[in-house]
């Protein structure tokens, strides 16, 4: 999957030579903002909606349901093996979007830039989300551009918000899971959170996994094509699997059963897990989704799912048993045990 | 993964079951002294393997909880400094002193940061001239070798702004001071396996004997565990008693020569506050006094800084094993990991931490 990742580099023309970096100017309203707007975001965002200049972005809205989400991207470091902050905010966005059950249509993006960042670094990280949205066959239709003082944030802060359209004939919440559903989650968990984790600045640790983060949008759409018996989708980005499953055991009033062996790993994030104490079932993805399928469809959807690039590692890693609210793991070694939700950040092991 | 999954063999597993189940005849009760162990033994759900003969008492070792509450007060205080980068293990962040933790004392503007190892907090010493840097140096055996070499790096460095906040800690003390307390019924001792891949066990072979007491030195995974339990009740089972290697493929008698070399050059043996177990004799480790401006706590003066533990948490009657933590009036209830009132809710390696995660109903 990851070579298939499109790779920038810094040879595309730089449009604007005289700032190097980021100033307040270019966040103040005036010309400087103007031309950072039209030298750098239009010509890669490039729509008829967003060159129309308006204070709003004018959509054409249908007859369907219209799903609506937002999310903030912070992450730091902002490049990171795999990825960056850029892709993610794109990526993120629109898997809120397709596990909800939509078809992502239009994304807004709004900066916050610290004085001071550097112009070639902003122009990097929208190039990347150009083709992150290409890619996910959105558009990027408004947005807005800020700067703050030098210190008071962290180089580039982004907030994306998105509209879908709801697919007709499904209905994804947690309290449709049904005993007998399979959970089926489409590759390696934790890669995301490993490769953070690895280039933040003082971590002596060097890791080769990278970040999963790919838009879902067309895996899911041939994963409810197949079938209209998905019941539940959940992307497990912050907090990780055992998070996501415990919101949905909760919300759906029922026991979910997993299977330690089942759970997809690569060996080197394996490796880099044991090595700095900290449990895979609660770091970030951003490229998987969790499916609740009904039994007698789950083969199906995996063999669907496994023809796509970003499902090929599919697996069934669990299924809904009768019980009340919970999460449970059959280990490895064949006793079982509850899968909790963390509280706050996990930390790393002293010894 | 060579060398883990071997130990997490679901056949082997089984069998070192079966084999425990035939050999028992009574009730035993054996302790892990290490706190990875009590983790590993709640995250593989090792207890319900066991028959229920078995009962595992979850030993005082994990460094997290043994460190005194007033040990957390001077780091908070040392790390409101201006002047001051106050360099830690992760789970010591969360770890409440009687005021705050120390990621309170980061949001409140301190320069609290995470690293792996005392050798990465040197490094920022080096970059940071104009600031004291500060490292939280706690643990047993385990890390003091490389808390020592930290101080050494240091020293040949010249660096004159680095220095340690030293709390370490030793097994074998504690040991002894369970195996003399009235309140405390343990008949068989699983070691930890990282702890003797430093000091090698030979110091455990005089206490097996003085307590007629069988000492099994164990590692970390599933098999690891239910082999060192499986060797520990047939020695209990035959009234034999004396220090056994289960974790051979690492640790030998004598132990890693150059890193005990390092911890007789840079540490003194000195009385030792632990948390809800009070002082015991000669169960820590000190800077030597050439090494003193290297010492935190003269570099700060923070001798005038005393607290008591939170009196609901029954961590030290936890750490002796006399209870268990679900028998705590505070557990789940008020004392959980968003609200820790000991310390032993706050590391993932600490008994009421890995109850509440793994055990919970």
């Known amino acids: ?119 070639d670094e902003l122009w990097e990280i929208v190039l990347s989300m150009k083709e992150a949205a290409k890619k996910a066959g959105v558009t990027i239709v408004t947005g807005d551009t800020k700067v703050v003082d030098k210190g008071k944030g962290d180089k580039v802060f982004i907030n994306t918000a998105g509209i879908g359209f709801q697919r007709d004939g499904i209905d994804i919440a947690p309290e449709n899971i049904r005993v007998g559903d399979k959970v089926i989650i489409n590759g ?49 980005t912050r907090g990780g699997l055992a998070s996501s499953l415990n919101e949905i055991a909760e919300k759906g009033g029922k026991k979910i059963l997993i299977y330690e062996d089942k759970l997809p790993l690569a060996p080197e994030a394996a490796a880099a897990c044991e090595l700095l104490g900290l449990d895979p079932l609660y770091l970030a993805n951003e490229g998987k989704a969790l499916f609740f399928v009904g039994a007698e469809q789950a083969e199906g959807v995996l063999q669907t799912m496994r023809k796509n690039p970003l499902g090929k590692n599919a697996r069934i890693i669990g299924e809904v048993v009768e019980g009340g609210a919970s999460v449970v793991m059959k280990t490895k070694i064949g006793s079982s045990r509850i899968v909790d939700m963390i509280s706050g950040e996990q930390l790393p092991r002293i010894c | 993964m060579k060398y883990v999954d071997e130990f997490r063999d679901p056949v082997a597993a089984k069998n070192l079951q079966r084999k425990i189940k035939e050999l028992c005849t009574k009730q035993w009760s054996i302790m892990e002294i290490c706190g990875g162990q009590t983790h590993s033994i709640l995250k593989n759900g090792i207890h319900e393997l066991l028959p229920e003969e078995i009962n595992l008492i979850h030993g005082p070792g994990c460094p997290v909880c043994v460190t005194p509450v007033e040990m957390i007060d001077k780091a908070v205080e040392i790390a409101g400094r201006e002047d001051v980068i106050f360099t830690s293990f992760g789970d010591m962040l969360r770890v409440p002193g009687s005021q705050k933790d120390l990621l309170s004392v980061k949001s409140e503007g301190g320069d609290v940061r995470m690293v792996y190892s005392p050798l990465d907090a040197v490094k920022i010493a080096a970059n940071n001239p104009e600031k004291k840097v500060v490292f939280f140096a706690i643990g ?43 309140d405390v019924n343990i008949q068989g001792f699983l070691a930890a396996g990282h702890v003797c891949t430093v000091m090698g066990y030979w110091e455990y072979v005089p206490l097996a004997e003085e307590f007629r007491i069988p000492i099994v030195v164990t590692g970390f995974e599933p098999v690891d565990i239910l082999e060192g339990v499986y060797r520990c009740v047939k020695q209990l089972e035959e009234g034999t008693y004396f220090v056994e290697n289960q974790y051979s493929r690492v640790v030998t008698k004598e132990g890693n020569k150059a890193a005990q070399a390092l911890l007789q050059k840079v540490f003194r043996k000195t009385d030792m506050k632990w948390r809800g177990m009070g002082v015991i004799p000669e169960s820590g480790l000190k800077l030597k006094e050439e090494y003193s401006d290297f010492d935190a706590e003269m570099v700060f003066s923070t001798d005038d800084i005393f607290a008591d533990e939170p009196e609901i948490c029954i961590v030290g009657e936890i750490l002796k094993g006399v209870k268990k933590p679900i028998e705590c009036p505070a557990f789940q209830k008020e004392c959980t990991p968003e609200h820790p009132l000991g310390a032993a809710m706050v590391s993932s390696e600490g008994a009421c931490s890995a109850y509440f995660h793994y055990f919970r109903n």
């Open chain 2, 140 to 182: 047993f055996e385990t890390t003091a070798p490389a808390n020592a070499m930290a101080v050494l790096e240091a020293e040949r460095k010249g660096l004159q702004n680095f220095s340690i906040l030293c709390s370490q800690v030793l097994v074998p003390p504690a040991i002894k001071a369970l195996m003399n307390s009235k």
């Open chain 1, 188 to 236: 390696n968990i934790a890669e995301h959170g490993i490769a953070i984790m690895a280039s933040r600045e003082g971590l002596n640790f060097k890791s080769p996994i990278k970040s999963d983060t790919a838009a879902l949008n067309g895996l899911i759409q041939e994963a409810l094509d197949f079938t209209n018996e998905i019941h539940m989708m959940r992307d497990p």
């Open chain 1, 1 to 119: 999957m990851n070579e298939e990742v499109f790779k920038f580099s810094l040879n595309c023309p730089l449009p604007i030579t005289d700032y190097k970096h980021v100033s307040l100017a270019h966040g103040g309203g005036g010309s400087l903002s103007k031309n950072l707007i039209q030298k750098i975001f239009y010509p890669q965002f490039e729509n008829e909606i967003l060159l129309a200049e308006g204070d709003s972005a004018i959509l054409n809205g249908g007859s369907k349901k219209i799903a609506f989400t937002t999310d903030s991207y912070v992450v730091n470091p902002i490049f990171f093996p795999g990825g960056n902050i850029g892709e993610l905010a794109v990526n993120g966005t629109v898997n809120d979007l397709a596990v909800s059950g939509a078809e992502p249509r239009y994304i807004s993006a709004a900066f916050i830039l610290e004085e001071g960042f550097p112009i």
